[in-house]
């Protein structure tokens, strides 16, 4: 139950079997094209949607390189570990950085958001973590920053590595230039691919500009869609795989998919928050992909989670960083269903027992019980 790689469904898992073909021949055109279109439902676009055979990190750095140049003043809202890291990826490509902090567990509003840009000159794009996995804090106001950067002459770029497919993003309608998703998390494929949307207007932009690399020039990749192709040799098997991964999202639907997420999320919330624990989020910017919780005193994070593994067989990640050893996460990603949150709810009952905290673990379970009255069994 990890923030990514989640568990991948038996029939993702059977593509990857498929034999190698020739990426410049019509096989592989078809199955270009199917990824093509599936992708742009998922995105909610009318954009192309290019898939580089990378992680998501790969895929922010490319939209990064692609966006930025020397000296562009470039705002983004920090308020945890990835938020951090995408600032500074911009500053290594020349990028001036206006960093608008807030705590961990919180994240800064938009007006503190307008607030910078109004003190900023020429703004030339604003790049915002859609969900930061490491406090498990997802950013609500997506829309109205993207109004903002607009009101500003800026672009707007989303990383949404892990969050698609998991919670609502209307690209077009929000007004986001770019957007950065991964195969791996809700998305419930392999690691090893980004899909990367970009707008028409940005598409020109970067057309105009190219950046200074060759694997990353998104505009290669825009262009060789035109004949469903990729630029450079794909990760065939991964391809595969990430076209069965979006059929099994788009035969769920999009919005039942993410009504899923919030059920499963808020069961999640709900019997730990009974059991004692603290949401370690406030409400308001709180993950329904990624749910974190605080630690009780007491409560020593690996003991806890070497026994939860161990003894109960569920995984969970820890914080990391400034988090390190204050809290647990739970990976509420792709397909999961009412039998993890019941299995992990109980592991995590369990090892809190052991580790001498002591919980009423059939409230507890009555209480997700109760949440997930919704889901379909």
Not at 24 to 52: C, N, P, Q, Y
Not at 203 to 213: A, V
Not at 304 to 323: H, I, K, M, S, W
């Amino acid at each position: 139950m990890l923030p990514g790689p989640t568990n991948i469904p038996e029939r993702v898992m059977s593509a990857m079997s498929n034999p190698v073909i020739n990426h410049r021949g019509e096989d592989f055109h078809h199955l270009m094209k199917s990824i093509s279109t599936k992708a742009r439902a998922i995105f909610d676009t009318s954009s192309d949607v290019a898939i580089l055979s990378c992680s998501g990190t790969g895929g922010v750095e490319a939209a990064v390189m692609n966006v930025v140049r020397e000296g562009d003043n470039v705002l983004v809202p920090v308020f945890g570990e990835f938020s951090q890291r995408l600032a500074d990826s911009i500053e290594r490509v020349g990028g001036h950085v206006i960093r608008v902090r807030a705590p961990l567990g919180e994240a800064p509003r938009p007006d503190e958001l307008e607030d910078a840009a109004k003190k900023t000159g020429q703004l030339k794009a604003v790049f915002v973590v859609y969900n930061d996995t490491s406090p498990g804090t997802t950013y609500r106001w997506m829309k109205e920053v993207c109004d903002i950067a607009k009101s500003h002459g800026a672009y707007c770029i989303s990383d949404a590595v892990s969050i698609l497919g998991g919670d609502e993003l209307p690209q077009d309608r929000w007004g986001i230039d770019m957007v950065v998703a991964a195969s791996q998390k809700c998305l419930a494929g392999p690691p090893g691919l980004a899909l990367v949307s970009v707008s028409e207007e940005l598409k020109r932009y970067i057309s105009s500009d190219p950046p200074r690399s060759t694997y990353f020039d998104l505009s290669k990749y825009l262009e060789f869609l035109n004949k469903d192709e990729t630029p450079f040799t794909p990760a065939l098997p991964l391809f595969y795989a990430l076209d069965e991964a979006l059929s099994i999202v788009l035969e769920e639907g999009m919005e039942k998919r993410v009504a899923r997420h919030r059920l499963t999320a808020s069961a999640f919330y709900r019997s730990l928050s009974f059991a004692g624990l603290r949401p370690f989020v406030k409400p308001e910017v709180r993950s329904n992909v990624v749910v974190s919780m605080a630690y009780p005193p007491g409560v020593e994070d690996r003991a806890f989670r070497e026994t939860v593994e161990d003894r109960f067989g569920v995984v969970l990640a820890g914080g990391f960083g400034e988090l390190k050893g204050k809290m647990f996460r739970i990976g509420n990603m792709g397909e999961v269903n009412r039998w993890h949150v019941m299995t992990t709810l109980a592991a995590i009952g369990g090892a809190l027992s052991l580790t001498g905290y002591e919980t009423d673990l059939p409230s507890m379970l009555k209480v997700a019980e109760e949440e997930l009255k919704a889901l379909p069994r």
